[in-house]
């Protein structure tokens, strides 16, 4: 019992550190989101891109820089893994064949950071770090710069400005994520994980044998892979590698990283619209969903049911003996529950059901607390889906933070719900269908939940892996790379358009006759909605896959 | 409108909307009817699951099994009991319109040529109403029914309003002034009156009763069309969720080779019949069923009350109402000030007072004399003595000049001369004074408090000859505030909404009234400008407003309120301007609108709440029925313990179905709603329809199951 009560405390601990960051981080987020002043470096950037920093921008505008940006990115990036052969530090590799140059440069673009390479043999440590961690870095800002874009929407009237998506892309990467990532990857590096140029070293193993033992500037990344709910590993192994992951209290402060921003987020977002109740109310969302996933996983990893963990007493195979049982699972939950993807397992050794939890939190679409912004705004579009059901039962038009919902708020919030579940089965079905599955390493429900996985993960834009199955040919690198794109593009331009008609609106002044939404009853009623109409949609998928191989 | 012919006066049916068995019957043939898809795609939901039995139509004909066959029935009789929910709603409506078709009768029109006001004699010819334009003129006569919708611009006469009120008593129609007001299809009864007609040919007033009552103008209401759009997405979502099963389905098959072929999966993977199944158990038929039905029969309840919407969408913005414009007068307080107490001075008698009082106010006819002398009877006892009982008073009636009115009683000797005066205290003192008294300081204050209060002191006097006269005391009159209005603006503020009076009055007195009624605000010396301001200004801060209107004068405010509704007495300009219309010409209605737009909303809501909650237990009976036979582990899933796979799925289809006549009279009559705050709303709806959305069907699967389905050959 031991482990359980070190899992506990584990737990416990991050639960504390969360909630005071909730607090204090989550002020110093929307001070820097809200505020008027520019730095010297800011004013810089913006002279060299050539905006004017006090030009707000409308929906379209500023939907249109958000793609535009990406677009530069994605040619960047694929550039840099096709060219990779010809620039420096590149330890001798060649460049990426053209599917996986385009499903890397998807990958990272989108948050995802799904890897169909491992990076340790396949990328030199000029386009780890120039190409792939600046992305992950500006990827994240992104996701919160919209996420920021959609709760101006609520926060302000009759205006067609949301902000400008240039100032608040570079504000969120200067003063958010590198002053953090900085102090992270020096903690990082204190407790063991790697910071260097080497091209790796040869040794001699005790069997006589040698071994090439690569090097890298792996903490500089591993920081903001999981500060910034990328997950894109340096290495193969990612999290489990000991030297991304050295030690339990990395592992720690590796979940913390992660669960930093997203957690941070509704803060953010009470703070904006002038009622912090508002923000507990979509933490307390997030926090009953995450906390009941982690206790999930938690508890169909130490019940160990299974043939296999009968006989070793303990669902051990697949995780790391320095984590144990507990930190790999909440980390697994943790990486799920945000769309980081980083892991220190795998859950295709999990047990069946203790796999079919990550699966869930991803096709929840992320929200408990989802990527870095991308879990705000997915959190909100499904509360405005409850506000309307709910809202209607009080008698009204229903309205959220004054704005109303009506029919052009209610279609851009359904296709927005549509996309991500449309794209995973229509994926997954595809490969099912064809040939494609036949590069899954197991049989049976098995085999069909890495396939399940495989699509969940990309089209949520979370990135980590069920494991098992081998997903860099021409087709798996296609089509995962085209679910990425959509997954993370498409509901942003809906979730933009919501932004642009509720700020248009004139704001209706709350009254006794208005639903209140940040009551116990409405928390509830969000994660009702989440679970019902999402989770059940892959109740048919799920019963045949983990459901049919863990009851 | 449930007595739209003249003789029938039914009582109203305020409750509304009980289902008749035999209406069901009736509205088959055009259920049968809505089945063509040229209209039925219109509702999304529905049309899947038409498209979904005419596939498992083809597939039982040529695949042919009780299961198929069961289901294929069931499919279309989902179908058929949707399309019957709008039958029966359209088909009260339909009732009702043959009605008002019989009041529009083809009528002969008498058109004035040159008519000008004040001519005596004008040029007169015969035409068909049908050909009468805007601004021609008429004249109609006793017995005769009015052509044409207009006002009266010359004459007064009683009309016959029965045909489109259902209130049988005639009513006053004269030129100049708020009830100038004549709709066409009215009968004069006496009298003669000339009218302009303000209708354009074809868009009279019962054309459009006649419309609005059959659904003909139906337009989908904006929550109407924001709810379909959530409704289409789940059923792609769901539809997806379905198609792309069958690839893993046939790869899961293939896996457990040794699986038996069955009814639910073969080696092409799950069966048409059962994929069907599983669309139409997951899609949300329940509400997608009963939606338009409920929309029709939320402007049925406004007609059964007599009002007519031009627009669904004025119903709803009534859900939505924030603020309430009230007058005053007829709406808060029962329109005229009556006396309410005797305060007698100086040592009188509260009696005598009274008899004093009660004597002055015989020949005074007007309610507030009235109301004096009744409540001379109520508290003191006194008859009401006929003016004939004092043979020799005379009776001084009010003037503008004197302020006051009174009574001169000549002494018969036993009795010395008495005189009487009652009036504006000012008045009254002066004409003590005149004749010898030194009224005291009480009277003042006892008017002053009087008038701090809102009321109107009225000063009792009396000299009798050879003593000084002498104040006796002063009658207080008040606006007196309609039983009731209190608990019903307090059920308005609960409901988050704010009342605001509008009156006439000086701020003193309707700051008094509005603190005895309970509004939560006023608008006193309120001019027409001023109501239209005030609008504005509510909305200004985002607030949606309803107000009632008469006067063309309040036409404008009326035209911009959220929700205007205009009595029926009132003028075409105030008609026109507002979006109701209300035939009873009670304002006082206009709390019933918003509850009527509210309940509306909160049916839509309870029942997409239940239909959404209702998947749950189907997901557990079909799930387990399509795949246990593959994977045997998914039998866990088989919580309802159903008895057999064709059993499970027949049962969850047929209780879709069932559920949807089950909840057409819920549909028609709105759920239950109470006056709330939006917590406790949605406190209780989410109890009922949402808990017993994920109840009812794990009961009533089961208890098909166990009951009947089970049973049948070739199922079990």
Known sequence: ?551 | MTAVAPSVEAPRQIGGGLLDPRQLWKSLPDALRKLNPATLWRNPVMFIVELGALFTTALSIQDSSTFAWLITVWLWLTVIFANLAEAVAEGRGKAQAATLRRARQETVARRLVDWAPGQSAPREETVDAVELRQNDVVVVEAGQVIPGDGDVVEGVASVDESAITGESAPVIRESGGDRSAVTGGTRVLSDRIVVKITQKPGESFIDRMIGLVEGASRQKTPNEIALNILLAALSIIFLLAVITLQPVAIFSKAFQGAAPNTLTINEHGVTGIVLVSLLVALIPTTIGALLSAIGIAGMDRLVQRNVLATSGRAVEAAGDVNTLLLDKTGTITLGNRQATEFLPVGGVEASELADAAQLSSLADQTPEGRSIVVLAKNRHGLRERDEGVVPSAEFVPFTAETRMSGVDLPGDGATPDRRIRKGAAAAVMRWVRENGGHPTEEVGGVVDGISATGGTPLVVAEHVAGQPARALGVVHLKDVVKAGMRQRFDAMRRMGIRTIMITGDNPLTARAIAEEAGVDDFLAEAKPEDKLALIRREQEGGRLVAMTGDGTNDAPALAQADVGVSMNTGTSAAKEAGNMVDLDSDPTKLIEIVEIGKQLLITRGALTTFSIANDIAKYFAIIPAMFAVVYPTLDGLNIMRLSSPESAITSAIIFNALVIVALIPLALRGVRYRPSSASSLLGRNLLIYGLGGIAAPFAGIKVLDIAIVQFIPGIS
């Not at chain 1, 060299?48 to 990406?70: C, H, K």
């Not at chain 1, 200067?174 to 903690?187: N, Q, S, W, Y």
């Not at chain 1, 494991?467 to 690198?477: H, K, P």
């Not at chain 1, 933009?496 to 009254?511: F, H, K, M, N, W």
């Open chain 1, 1 to 551: 019992m031991s482990t359980t009560i070190a899992g506990v405390f584990f737990v416990l601990s991050l639960v504390l550190f969360v909630a005071l960051a909730y607090r204090y981080f989550g002020d110093y987020l929307y001070r820097v989101v809200s505020g008027t002043r520019h730095s010297a470096v800011e004013r810089l950037v913006y002279r060299l891109v050539g905006v004017n920093p006090a030009g707000e921008q409308s929906w379209p505008v500023y939907a249109r820089s958000v793609f535009a940006f990406s677009l530069l990115s994605l040619l960047f990036l694929y550039g840099f893994t096709r060219l990779q052969s010809k620039l420096p530090l590149s330890l001798g590799l060649p460049g990426m064949s053209p599917h996986q140059g385009w499903n890397t440069a998807a990958s990272f673009v989108t948050n995802t950071n799904w890897q169909s390479y491992a990076g340790e043999s396949t990328l030199g440590h000029l386009v780890q770090m120039s190409g792939l961690a600046v992305q992950n870095f500006v990827s994240a800002a992104v996701g919160i710069a919209v996420s920021v874009a959609l709760v101006r929407g609520f926060a302000r009237s009759r205006t067609q400005a949301l902000g400008n998506f240039w100032v608040d892309l570079t504000r969120i990467t200067l003063r958010v994520l590198l002053p953090v990532a900085v102090v992270g990857a020096i903690v990082l590096i204190a407790g063991g994980v790697v910071q260097n140029l080497s091209g790796g070293t040869d040794v001699s193993t005790v069997a006589g044998g040698t071994q090439h033992i690569p090097g890298g500037p792996v903490a500089s990344q591993e920081v903001i892979k999981e500060l910034g709910t990328n997950g894109g590993g340096f290495y193969n192994a990612n999290s489990a590698h000991p030297f991304e992951n050295p030690t339990p209290w990395t592992n720690w402060i590796e979940i913390f990283l992660i669960l930093l921003i997203p957690f941070s987020m509704p803060r953010v977002f009470g703070r904006m619209v002038g009622d912090r109740r508002q923000g507990h109310a979509i933490l307390a969302v997030m926090a009953v969903l995450a906390v009941a996933s982690v206790i999930l996983v938690n508890t169909f990893e130490l019940l160990h049911n299974g043939t296999v963990p009968h006989a070793v007493d303990a669902a051990f195979e697949g995780k790391e003996v320095r984590f144990g049982i507990s930190d790999s699972a909440t980390f697994v939950a943790a990486t799920t529950l945000t769309s980081a993807g980083a892991v220190n397992s795998f859950p295709d050794s999990y047990t069946a059901l203790g796999g079919m939890v990550p699966m869930v939190n991803m096709m929840l679409g992320e929200v408990a607390p989802g990527g870095v912004g991308s879990g705000l705004y997915g959190i909100l579009m499904l509360a405005v889906i409850t506000v309307f059901v709910a809202g209607l039962m009080v008698g009204r038009t229903p309205e959220y933070l004054g704005k109303k919902i009506s029919a052009r708020e209610i279609k851009f919030a359904s296709l927005y719900f549509l996309i991500t579940p449309a794209v995973v089965l229509i994926g997954m079905a595809v490969a099912m269908a064809t040939k494609n599955r036949e590069t899954m390493l197991n049989v049976g429900p098995h085999g069909f939940s890495e396939v399940l996985y495989a699509f969940t993960s990309a089209a949520n834009n979370n990135g980590s892996a069920f494991a098992g199955i081998t997903v860099n040919d021409q087709w798996w690198d296609t089509a995962t790379g085209l679910c990425m794109v959509i997954g993370r593009f498409l509901p942003m331009v809906f979730v933009l358009a919501l932004a642009g008609s509720l700020a248009r609106q004139r704001p209706v002044p709350a009254s006794a006759g208005t639903l209140p939404t940040h009551r116990p009853l409405f928390i509830g009623l969000v994660v009702g909605v989440v679970v019902v109409l999402i989770a059940l949609t892959f109740l048919p998928v799920l019963a045949l896959g983990p459901l049919a191989e863990g009851l």
